[in-house]
């Protein structure tokens, strides 16, 4: 299976809607618009010629364990060296320790392709970016001195030890506790599971952030602390000291994302420090997760664009009966299967699902880049403010699209789709991890009604269908627009409305928060890619009324939003309708009766 970026999309996106060029020149980073497109060019050449390819073997290879080391598959460790020798590690690492300080807006961009092109691949770079991002905001100096720059630079990798056996979604059960040593340092102790690239033979050393109990912690996830343990103790000058006491102990075979090691990691009295404050771990981590999380999210964006353009070929390649007004293609034994409606239907739900989604991705990536490089403090806060309320969106939602958008590329490959040479299925069992981890959809879902919803009564969401109603109500005048724009703002005073009873529910009853929340989430998300396609439709109608050229690209845009404001948007219905059913319905059978 070929991927290749989509880049068109992507400078409609950057260019077209989010004047990227113009944000840059706000953050001050020196990007401008030749810069930033000749970035996504040599991204798209690398992950298409280089990291697409690899895909598929990976799977079939996975990962081994022998004697303690990981190998990974064929071809991953060349590709890595030329992920690191061309700089695409340090893209967006702090430029205090040689990162290049990329705004997400741009790289996010990038990361979606590696993630279309290979999520295997991808794992073991993403988390490296999240440990970074935690050890620079809450690492002393000396620890800073001593890690990170080989971290930003890709020679060294960072892992997220959170998980044990009895404690994945409530961390309150971990137990890996952290002796406090005589110089200052920790005596690392316990079992880790399911972690990422734990192991693995692409970086030189491995940089673990592990959550463990301090002697005299308070119980529960008060009592949490982050520690950094190496795999190499680094010495004074940045090198590769001590082998420290920790080890794999085994690989997890699993459905999806072989190519990326998930392992048993045993810490046997392992030297680590505190990141930040002792006990303020879970808040320190946190600095991690919601990079984590987004990312986590462009796995969905990624993988779907990806079970996209697979689909999209081979609809137009198939030939299966005729078209139902009547042959389309008569000089062929059949009409290619894009003719027939269902097929259709199929594409573009998958369509405006990853492009609906992308921008939305580039607004949250906006928004988080302002949180960081604001000038004024109260637009950090806003801006701060605004992705929190996003993120559990973005990856509850983008990855729930990333398994629909590969499951239809199933569908429309036919049973070719089931067989593995096609590369469907493999999209589908990758995209499946990508619900689970990072916090399942579940615990996003909880996080949006418990934290983003009730925690300010709703003012939040409320200025975010602020925003969208004012472009709704600016596009009404126009006739092109006015249709879309109407079904536009009809949603969004429901999601008020629906917010508000929501709150009202939650704060009668708190079983109605975990009763909601799913269907909130996805309710909201619907309704939030409404809003970008009204967005897109406008910007689509003003380059075609201006004659800038490349008019099917613009009418395809008009054609797609049409196509989501009436096939896809009315899904929101079924969740408003699902969760005004209440959670007595769910919780009211006796846990005995669930079967007999
Ligand atoms: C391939 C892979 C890679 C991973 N990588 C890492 C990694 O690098 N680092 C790391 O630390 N971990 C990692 N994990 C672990 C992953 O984050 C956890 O599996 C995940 O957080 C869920 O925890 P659990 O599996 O223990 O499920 P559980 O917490 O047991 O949850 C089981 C089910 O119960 C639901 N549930 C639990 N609590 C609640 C609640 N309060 N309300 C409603 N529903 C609830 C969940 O949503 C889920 O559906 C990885 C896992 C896999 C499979």
């Known amino acids: 299976m070929s991927y290749q970026a989509p880049l068109r999309d992507m400078r409609f996106v950057l260019h077209e809607l989010f004047d990227v060029a113009g944000h840059c020149e706000r953050l001050n980073n020196g990007l401008d618009r030749e810069l930033i497109d000749g970035v996504l060019e040599e991204a798209a050449a690398f992950t298409g010629n280089e990291i697409a390819p690899l895909n598929r073997n990976s799977d079939e290879e996975g990962c081994q364990l022998e004697n303690g080391d990981v190998s990974t598959p064929k071809g991953f460790r060349s590709a890595y060296k030329q992920y690191v020798d061309n700089g695409w590690a340090s893209m967006t690492g702090p430029i205090d320790f040689g990162g290049q300080g990329f705004p997400q807006l741009v790289s996010f961009a990038f990361h979606e392709m590696l993630m279309g092109a290979s999520l295997s691949f991808r794992v073991y770079s993403g988390l490296t970016e999240g440990a970074v991002l935690a050890l620079d905001k809450h690492g002393s100096a000396e620890l800073k001195d001593a890690y990170l720059a080989k971290m930003v630079g890709g020679q060294w990798t960072g892992t997220m030890c959170l998980t044990e056996p009895q404690a994945g979604t409530d961390l309150a059960l971990l137990r890996t506790r952290a002796e406090p040593q005589a110089d200052g340092s920790y005596k690392v102790t316990g079992n880790k599971i399911f972690i990422s690239g734990g192991e693995q033979d692409l970086s030189e050393n491995i940089v673990h952030l592990v959550l463990a109990r301090l002697p005299d912690a308070p119980a529960g996830v008060k009592g949490i602390s982050l520690l950094l343990v190496p795999k190499f103790i680094a010495t004074a000058e940045g090198g590769l000291g001590q082998r420290n006491a920790l080890s794999c102990g085994a690989i997890e075979h699993k459905m999806g994302i072989k190519g990326a090691s998930t392992c048993v990691m045993n810490f046997d009295g392992a030297t680590g420090w505190l990141i930040g404050e002792a006990n303020q771990g879970l808040a320190c981590m946190f600095t991690m997760m919601n990079d984590a999380r987004f990312q986590v999210g462009l796995q969905g964006l990624g993988l779907g664009e990806a079970a996209f353009q697979g689909a999209l070929r081979y609809a137009r390649e198939r030939l299966q009966s005729r078209g139902l007004n009547g042959a389309v293609a008569p000089q062929q034994a059949a009409d290619p299967i894009i003719v027939h409606p269902d097929v259709r239907r199929m594409l573009l739900t998958q369509k405006t699902l990853v492009e609906g989604s992308r921008m939305l991705a580039a607004y949250t990536a906006r928004q988080l880049d302002l949180e960081h490089g604001a000038g004024e403090a109260t637009e950090r ?17 983008f990855t729930d699209m990333g398994q629909e958008v590969s499951s239809h590329a199933v569908q429309v490959y036919g049973g070719h789709g089931f067989i593995r040479e096609w590369g469907m299925e493999q999209l589908m069992r990758d995209s499946r991890i990508t619900q689970l981890y990072e916090g399942t959809n579940g615990i996003q879902a909880l996080d949006l009604i418990r934290r983003k919803l009730l925690g300010d009564g709703g003012s939040e969401l409320n200025a975010l269908i602020d925003e969208f109603a004012a472009l709704a109500d600016r596009s009404a005048s126009q006739p092109a627009l006015a249709e879309l724009a109407g079904v536009v703002s009809a949603r969004l005073q429901q999601w008020r409305e629906l917010a508000a ?12 928060i975990g009763a909601t929340s799913v269907d909130f989430l996805q309710y909201s998300a619907y309704v939030l890619l409404a809003g970008f396609w009204l967005q897109a439709a406008a910007t689509a109608q003003q380059a075609l009324d201006a004659g800038t050229g490349e008019a099917a690209f613009y ?3 008009l054609h797609s939003a049409a196509f989501y404001l009436r096939r896809v948007l009315p899904r929101a219905s079924g969740h408003r309708e699902a969760l005004l059913g209440g959670a007595a319905c769910l919780m009211a059978m006796p846990e005995e009766s669930f079967a007999f």
Do not use: C, G, N
């Open 555 to 557: 009418q395809a845009k």
């Open 381 to 397: 806060k806003a801006a701060a403010k605004r992705a929190a309320l996003l993120i559990p969106i973005v990856k509850a939602f």
């Open 501 to 512: 009873q929501v709150i009202t529910l939650s704060q009668a009853d708190a079983e109605e």
